[in-house]
Structures are given as structure tokens and as C-alpha cells.
């Protein structure tokens, strides 16, 4: 797909997901500074991609910069919109620590700073407000959704771990193991770990199939992320087992591979980590600056779930311009 | 003959791969039960040999490197570079082979710009190749556009995820790789000289041993085994992931060649034992994975074994393992 029916379709999305309302008319004209972390997953691209259709739409005139997973370079990049004097910055800050002196010129300079999916370790009347999503209620959505699906079944679930000790991982981790808690019939037979990655998430299935005589006892796989259970889905079918019927599978982050997946039936559930942190963020931007009101500190977005039900073709198409 | 058969049972890189493998038949007793399933062989021994493969590949070009006194930790980077070539050019629709020789021709350019930098420039190997090792996997988020290119391409998928005779196609490969690079180098005088500029490469070039052209070869032939390992890492999981494809695995690589009992200080190498070398890396991670260990301890306990394997291979403990295994080679001495 070329670049320019890239955008094309992301500019079709972007009008779908954004709910323009006649409130945020405000913020046209606007420059707002825009510190993103770089482009080390598609996710991220794609929260890149969104962030640019949104501004587009709205009408602000959007200054981007990359920090190529640096903290020096977005402490520059914040400096640079400072000293330009832009409107609002947007921050998407890649460690949670050190932001204190850089925020503080920002206050001292009367721009208001948005943190988008993450947060920081620094005073909160630093900045105005964090977008963020709630990683243990993702978790939770995903082991809901087996809960209801499996009924009173007995269920053996083995869970693709994320890298160990990370943020997502540990709280991905504790909603599903919430959701879940009460309901005997579902137990969590393996737990290891697959790094977020696809390859991992092939070799660790792959594991735990041969662990389970063969797979027949496993009744579900819980990814941390999609890419890991697109890695156990080819797993589980060179296993000569149906993934989607066989054994369930339901991740998290709703990537556009996983559609594909669900939409050939090998997929059961994912619960979308969205990339339109913007969205929320500009909306409570523009409520700042029509009167003042100061937003929540911590503006949680929808964890929705997704299943063969809504359409994962339809998903697929719409998703894969995004930069995914 | 039969003394000789003997002291190669006895070596300590097999002693440790039986080791490592009987560990896991005790944490896992179903380790070593195979079966035959849609044509091809079935079971965590064949996980092993399967996995294994593309640290194996890495392990056959370093050995050479390494051989030379040199090291290459590019070679992560090349398999991301590689797999990402392979992976846009059937999704842009070229036919599967003109895609594969187009990856193995980046590879094998990389091996030549690091040979280049290290015969030609006289830069420290660790420090040419930690140029591509950075700039590797960036070229490659740039092929990629940052995502992970998916394919659908059968002949593609087949490098990576089929069977030949009911072994993994990844295993075929590092097999028919290391037969053919062991009888390249111990078949002519190459291996040798190779060997002696490890030890001694002034010493090497004033006997009349081509250094600078030997040591673009062995750098060339390592990017061109990074291209393959490449490939078959993406084959396998149908995708190019540029972040993540090769990412650490040039460490594993070079560990393999340390098991596998070839100096870092250069001279004497083996191929075969580096691609045992790999194998008992793997056996160590399929174990861990079969065996229910919570993932936080899979790092303490590979590091665990790999001091231990390291510790078997001393020196001091060679000397008593010879000496009371196998008396012939000790009074040979």
C-alpha cells in the first residue's frame, strides 16, 4: 500500500473515531507541540498517525517531534515548543522519572501539558491531565470475556506473559487473574512469558502444547498482546489443532493481524488498547481554554472488547492504514 | 579408531547437551516422546533442533569470525535487515526466489561493509560491527515502516515452517549449512589459515596467508548465515518484525561458539561443536519452557547452567575430567 492511500485510509478512520463536536471549535488555529516517544511498535505509529488526523481535523496546526526512544531529546523537543511558544503540549513521555524541571518551565510559561499513555513521577499541578488506558481493567475485560464464554465448563487456560517485570505485563496479568477469581472452573495452568513478541509467543506455545499431552487439555490461551497469540495461533495449527474452536484465544490490543485472525475464525476476543489518546486529550484541552475547566488528572479511554461479532474484517481494513 | 570414537563421546560439549537434555527428561517425562503427526516429526526434542536453527546458523558464520580473533555483533541486525527485505519484496509481489536471493545479497553485502571496516580500515571488530548492529536495525524499521510486515507467500512460509524427511525445514538448513562450511574449511587449507591468523595474523600475512582476504571472507560468510537465519526467522512466524527479529541473538551466537569450545582470543575452532553449542542454548529454553518454572527465574536458571557448562569446560576441570575418563589422551600428552 502506498504512502498516499496510507493516509487516505487513516484520514477515513481518524473521521470515524473523532466525535467533532461543535465544542472543540476553539482549538482551531491552535499550534500544539507533540513529543512522542518514537516509532518502536505499530501501535505506536498508529497512535502517531491518529494523533495528526485528529489535529488536521480540528484544525490545529500540529508540531511533531520524534525522540527516537530518548528523554534528553523530548526535554529538547519541549524546551523547542516552549521557546516557540505554542499553545498546549502534548507528551508522550518514554520514562516515568525526571520531567520535573522541564514541566515547570512549561507551567512558568502558561502551556498547558497533556501526558498521552503514560504517566509521571512529578507534581500533579505540573501538568494538566493524563490519557491514559487502564491496563489491570484490560486484563479484566479479556477474563470476563472467558468467563461468560466458557460458562461452567472446566477450563485449563495457559497465559503468554509479557517481558517480564514490565509495567503492562504485571497489570494485564492481575485484571485477568481478577476476573477470573471465584469462578473454580477456570484455572491458569501455565504461565510463562513471550517477551510481546510473536516469534516468543510461537516457541512458548509451543511448549506449553507439548507440556499439556499435545494440547487436548488446554481450553484457552490469554496473550498479553495480539502479537504473541498470532505466534500461538500458528503454533496451535502446526499442532494440528484448531486455534479458535480447539483451544479459545483472547489477547489484548487489538492490532489489525488479530482481525485477520478473527475474521478466519482462529481468534476469539481482543480488547483494544485504542492509539486515539488525542482525542480525549484535545477535548479536555479545548473545555481548558473555553472556561477553565480543569479536566480529570487521569482520563482513563475505553477498553472495548472486539469478537468475530463486530465485523473483523471490516476492523482489519480499517486498521491496517494506520501504521500498525 | 575405537579409542578415538571414544574420547568424541567424551567431549564435553556432547556430555553437556546429554546433560542439559536429561534435566529436562526428569522435570519433563515426556521430553523425549516423538511422534509422527501430518507428515512431520512431533515432540520437544524436535522443538529443540527446530529452535535451535537460527542460532545454530548465526553459531556456523561466527565460529569463523571469532576463529579470526575477531567477533561480529551485527548479525541480530542483519536477520532484522534481512527478514525485512524478504518480507516487503513478496508482499510488493516479486517472485519468492528473486525475494530470498535479493535478502541473502543484503546479507552478505553487510558481511562485506564489516569485513571492509575490519581488513581494510583496521577497526577493532567489536567496534566496526557494532556500527551495523545500531544502524542494522533502524534500516530496518525503515524497510518495515515500523510494523510488522505480514505475508502469505507459500514458498516463502515453506523456508521457514516446513519439513524435509519429517525434520523442520530451519533444522534441514543449519545442517546442510554446517556440512557444507566444516568440509569448506576442513577440506583446504582455508580452516588452517583462518586458524593462524587468530593466533597470529602479522605472523599469518608475512608467510604468505592472504589475511585481508581471508578475513573479508569469514566476515562475508557470517552476514550471509545471519541472512539465512534471517529468513527463516520470518518464514516462521510469517512476519518481518524489525524490532524484535534477531534482537540479543548475536550474544547467544557467540555464546554458542564459547560452549562449542573456540577461544575468543582466536586459533583453534569448531564448527560442529558451535552448532552443539546452540542446541544446548535451546535445550536450556525449551526445558525451562516445558518444565512450569514461573518465567521470573528463566534468566537465574540459564545463567545457572551456562556457569556450569562454562565451569566443566575449564582448563582445570578438563584436566581432571581426561585424566580420569580417558587416561589414552592424558598420557599422550
Not at chain 1, 516552549?82 to 516515568?96: F, R, Y
Not at chain 2, 578415538?4 to 516422546?33: D, K, T
Not at chain 2, 533502524?138 to 502469505?152: D, H, K, P, R
Amino acid at each position: 500500500m502506498n504512502i498516499i492511500t496510507k493516509l487516505a485510509v487513516a484520514a477515513s478512520l481518524a473521521t470515524a473515531l473523532t466525535s467533532v463536536s461543535l465544542a472543540q471549535e476553539n482549538l482551531n488555529g491552535l499550534v500544539v507541540g507533540f513529543s512522542q516517544i518514537g516509532s518502536e511498535s505499530g501501535w505506536r505509529a498508529a497512535e502517531t498517525s491518529v494523533t495528526k488526523q485528529q489535529a488536521e481535523e480540528l484544525g490545529i496546526d500540529l508540531k511533531f517531534a520524534d525522540a527516537q526512544q530518548k528523554q534528553e531529546n523530548q526535554i529538547k523537543a519541549i524546551r523547542g515548543f516552549i521557546a516557540q511558544g505554542v499553545d498546549a503540549i502534548l507528551l508522550a513521555p518514554v520514562v516515568a522519572t525526571g520531567w520535573e524541571n522541564v514541566l515547570t518551565e512549561a507551567k512558568e510559561a502558561e502551556i498547558p501539558v497533556i501526558l498521552l499513555d503514560r504517566g509521571v513521577d512529578a507534581p500533579e499541578d505540573l501538568y494538566l491531565s493524563t490519557v491514559a488506558s487502564d491496563q489491570v481493567l484490560e486484563g479484566r475485560v479479556a477474563g470476563e470475556w472467558l468467563v461468560a464464554e466458557v460458562g461452567e465448563e472446566e477450563c485449563k487456560v495457559v497465559e503468554l506473559q509479557g517481558t517480564v517485570g514490565s509495567t503492562p505485563a504485571i497489570n494485564r496479568k492481575q485484571g485477568f487473574e481478577e476476573a477470573i477469581a471465584g469462578h473454580d472452573n477456570i484455572t491458569i495452568a501455565r504461565s510463562q512469558t513471550g517477551d510481546f513478541t510473536r516469534a516468543k509467543g510461537k516457541e512458548v506455545m509451543e511448549g506449553f502444547i507439548k507440556a499439556e499431552n499435545g494440547g487436548a487439555e488446554i481450553c484457552a490461551v490469554y496473550a498479553h498482546n495480539d502479537d504473541m497469540a498470532v505466534g500461538a495461533i500458528q503454533a496451535i495449527k502446526d499442532a494440528g489443532l484448531k486455534p479458535g474452536t480447539d483451544i479459545k484465544v483472547v489477547s489484548i490490543d487489538a492490532v489489525p493481524d488479530i482481525f485477520a485472525a478473527m475474521a478466519a475464525g482462529e481468534a476469539n476476543a481482543t480488547v483494544e488498547l485504542t492509539p486515539d489518546m488525542a482525542g480525549p486529550a484535545f477535548q479536555a484541552l479545548s473545555a481548558y481554554l473555553a472556561d477553565g475547566t480543569e479536566p480529570e488528572k487521569f482520563i482513563i479511554t475505553e477498553s472495548k472488547l472486539y469478537t468475530p461479532a463486530d465485523d473483523p474484517q471490516g476492523e482489519y481494513d480499517r486498521r491496517k492504514g494506520l501504521g500498525y | 579408531m575405537k579409542r578415538l570414537h571414544l574420547e568424541r563421546l567424551a567431549n564435553p560439549q556432547l556430555l553437556a547437551l546429554a546433560g542439559v537434555l536429561l534435566i529436562n527428561w526428569l522435570l519433563f517425562p515426556n521430553f523425549f516422546r516423538i511422534t509422527w503427526q501430518d507428515g512431520r516429526l512431533f515432540g520437544s526434542l524436535i522443538d529443540v533442533i527446530n529452535r535451535g536453527a537460527p542460532v545454530a546458523i548465526l553459531a556456523i558464520g561466527m565460529t569463523g569470525v571469532i576463529a579470526t580473533k575477531g567477533v561480529d555483533l551485527s548479525v541480530g541486525a542483519i536477520m532484522a535487515v534481512c527478514g525485512a527485505v524478504a518480507a516487503t519484496m513478496v508482499v510488493a509481489g516479486y517472485p519468492t526466489p528473486v525475494a530470498v536471493i535479493a535478502a541473502l545479497a543484503v546479507g552478505l553485502a553487510c558481511g562485506l561493509w564489516n569485513g571492509f571496516l575490519v581488513a581494510v580500515l583496521d577497526i577493532q571488530p567489536i567496534i566496526a560491527t557494532l556500527v551495523l548492529m545500531v544502524a542494522g536495525r533502524g534500516i530496518a524499521q525503515l524497510i518495515t515502516e515500523g510494523s510488522i510486515v505480514t505475508f502469505n507467500d507459500p514458498a516463502l512460509i515453506f523456508i521457514g515452517t516446513g519439513s524435509f524427511l519429517g525434520l523442520p525445514m530451519a533444522a534441514v538448513i543449519a545442517l546442510v549449512l554446517m556440512v557444507l562450511v566444516t568440509f569448506l574449511v576442513r577440506r583446504t587449507a582455508i580452516g588452517l589459515f583462518i586458524q593462524a591468523i587468530g593466533v597470529n595474523r602479522a605472523a599469518a600475512s608475512l608467510s604468505g596467508i592472504r589475511s585481508r582476504m581471508l578475513l573479508m571472507l569469514v566476515y562475508a560468510l557470517s552476514g550471509f548465515c545471519a541472512a539465512i537465519a534471517g529468513i527463516v526467522v520470518a518464514a516462521d512466524i510469517r512476519g518481518a518484525d524489525a524490532n524484535n527479529s534477531g534482537l540479543w541473538l548475536e550474544l547467544d551466537a557467540i555464546l554458542a561458539v564459547v560452549i562449542g569450545g573456540t577461544s575468543l582470543l582466536g586459533g583453534r575452532f569448531s564448527i560442529p561443536m558451535a552448532v552443539v553449542g546452540a542446541l544446548i542454548i535451546q535445550a536450556m529454553n525449551t526445558g525451562i519452557l516445558v518444565s512450569g518454572f514461573r518465567p521470573e527465574f528463566n534468566l537465574i536458571v540459564k545463567a545457572g547452567m551456562i556457569i556450569l557448562i562454562l565451569l566443566i569446560q575449564s582448563p582445570l576441570a578438563g584436566r581432571l575430567f581426561t585424566g580420569r575418563l580417558v587416561p589414552a589422551k592424558a598420557a599422550r600428552k
